[in-house]
């Protein structure tokens, strides 16, 4: 289960979202797994500002994963030299929407920790109730024992 | 068509769907998943609408076949049959869980859209129906204060029509609406599959739009019947309007509605 999922995922408890502790849920004994894949610069500006990036970085460190920056990259952050493309886009107009824009280290780095890490085994683990989803085969189930529902 | 019995307690609904629906899905995964690639065209439409970078959640997602229509979106899909469930974790860039599809682990208000395609047909009762649907809208973004309802995010729902009185299944109005439907699972057995092979074209064109093959169908007349196995699975077909009731009473607001080739379909906001 990449990354990515976690930043919408929460404990399917009904008494527990509204809650602020049961998000986000917190790996456990997890074993990762790198499935690599075309990296997507558009689909990364996309969900950029939809990032809950102080709970992402809490993960990313709960996994031993290299340290995240304090702050979100922008999305001029993403492209390899963005600030002179946009100089001459004003420039020359429509000519420079054809150069095709390279991806950043930090544009990398981002696309390696949410789409191409994944939790393989381990748990999730809610931080208000302690229930505990199992993650197999990189699936996580969220199906809850009769008496929780 | 057998006529469905359905308990009126929640516990012996939930037991009763376990049997009826889950498990069957559970064992037919692989062979329901083959049936299942082409989109219908109204839930394709509503997902290509969607402004790239739009997140979405894919209620009941089962193979994920509605995860490959926009790459430029990004959908968490959640199943109960895990077998379906991971053979959608697949579909890159997005997601599958494994979920119930009335304790979904997501936080609320936080989706653009949702998606739940011949799912909510399932529970069997109206209160868990209205349940459903109320799950699905509480994941939706709200609309802004001061805007109109369809400013917020948006939900897909589409159930089986119980008016298709041209389909092989031949249900109208006024029929009973609480049915049990049968999937056949085929023994696979070479000899027989290469017998099969000459007529599968056939068999697919008399099927009806949902992919279903029951025996009338899919069955030629040298196969043993003995070797398939059949799995019945609860209904609730719906009649002209149902939907829309179920989505006003869960909170929601019908901003389109519509029939399309034996299923109901509406497109809901949540009120302001
Ligand atoms: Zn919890």
């Known amino acids: 289960m990449k990354l990515l999922t976690l930043n919408f995922l929460t404990c399917a408890i009904k008494t527990c979202k509204t809650s602020p502790a049961s998000f986000p849920l917190h790996p456990r004994d997890a074993e990762l797994e790198i499935i690599e894949s075309e990296i997507n610069l558009p689909f990364l500006r996309n969900i950029l500002p939809r ?55 930090t544009a990398k780095d981002l696309h390696r920790i949410l789409l191409e890490t994944g939790i393989k085994e381990g748990k999730l683990v809610c931080g208000n109730c302690a229930h505990e989803y199992k993650v197999m085969e990189g699936v996580a189930n969220f199906l809850l024992p009769g008496h929780l529902v | 068509m057998a006529t469905a019995m359905t308990p009126d307690d929640s516990q012996g609904s939930q037991r009763y769907e376990e049997e009826h629906v889950h498990s069957v899905y559970e064992q037919i995964a692989s062979h329901f998943s083959s049936t299942r690639y082409k989109p219908w065209p109204i839930v394709e439409r509503f997902l290509k609408e969607q402004q790239d970078g739009a997140v979405g959640a894919d209620i009941g997602c089962g193979n994920g076949k509605y ?30 869980i494994v979920a119930d599809n009335l304790s979904l682990p997501h936080p609320a208000s936080t989706f653009d859209f949702a ?66 439907v049968p999937w056949v699972l085929k023994e696979k057995k070479e000899k027989a599959q290469k017998e099969r092979k000459g007529r599968r074209k056939e068999a697919k064109e008399g099927a009806g739009v949902e992919g279903e093959k029951s025996a009338a169908v899919n069955q030629p007349e040298s196969a043993k019947p003995a070797e398939d196995k059949t799995f019945l699975r609860y209904y609730h077909l719906y009649k002209k309007g149902e939907l829309e009731r179920d989505i006003t009473e869960a909170g929601g607001e019908v901003v389109e509605s519509g029939y399309e080739k034996d299923n109901w379909w509406a497109i809901a906001t949540r009120k302001q």
């Open chain 2, 67 to 96: 995860l490959a229509v926009n790459p430029r979106v990004y959908i968490v899909g959640s199943d109960r049959s895990r077998n379906l469930a991971q053979i959608a974790t697949q579909h890159y860039p997005h997601s599958a």
């Open chain 1, 51 to 105: 990032l809950m990036w102080e709970e992402i970085r809490v993960i990313a460190s709960e996994l031993g994963l290299p340290s995240l920056p304090t702050t979100p990259p922008t999305r001029e952050d993403l492209v390899e030299g963005a600030s002179q493309a946009q100089a001459t886009e004003q420039a020359e107009g429509e000519a420079v929407a054809e150069v095709e824009e390279v991806p950043s280290q």
């Open chain 2, 115 to 180: 998606i739940s395609i011949a799912v909510v047909h399932h529970l069997s009762t109206p209160a868990r129906r209205v349940e459903a649907v109320e799950a699905i809208l509480e994941l939706l973004k709200s609309p802004q204060q001061g805007e109109v309802a369809a400013s917020g995010g948006k939900a897909l729902i589409y159930v089986w029509a119980l008016e298709q009185k041209d389909s092989r299944r031949g249900w109208d109005e006024g029929h009973e609406q609480d049915v049990m």
